[in-house]
């Protein structure tokens, strides 16, 4: 004689497991085809700038929710895919801004400062609203609703530091690595 569950809880229960299984490779496949269409749409080095920040930005998202005691929930799992269409949105951004200016005077450090300033405010405005937007769920009174819009706003938080923050330095070694470059084919001419 042998058991086994039956009823609505045990499609929720598999479901739950599946989605939880194939978190880790949603979020890696997230990073792969965002990297692919940067490299084909610009064919530049500076193309692959924004996986840095977003990596960070899954990463902290990561950690907020193991020192806040959050689980993932069917919900919550496809947050790391959430989070990499939001944050490579406010990167490139500040990176197609970096390129803009860049062309425009062939300095790079002011490029990157021209690009913060510019885009910067609109990025952070933008990523205010979408955080304010998504903390209304988190008056729900179901409790997955609710923990999801907590990590949904900690998300678009990290995403803006990683825009505002991250890229730029990012952009900033790019330079310094693409300049030294420069000098170093100058040297042997």
Known sequence: MSLSPKGDFDPYTNLVTMIAESKDQMTLTGFILILLFLILAYRRAVAATPIVPIICIVGWNTVAMIILGMEYNPISTCLGSMTIGVASEYTILIMER???????????TGAIEMAVKKIGSAVTVSGLVTASGFSAL?????PIVSSFGLSTVIAVGFSLIGAIVIMPAVLMLLAKVEGRFERDENAFI
């Open 98 to 108: 970096y390129i803009e200016e860049y062309d425009k005077s062939g300095d790079r």
């Open 138 to 142: 988190l008056l729900s009174d179901i």
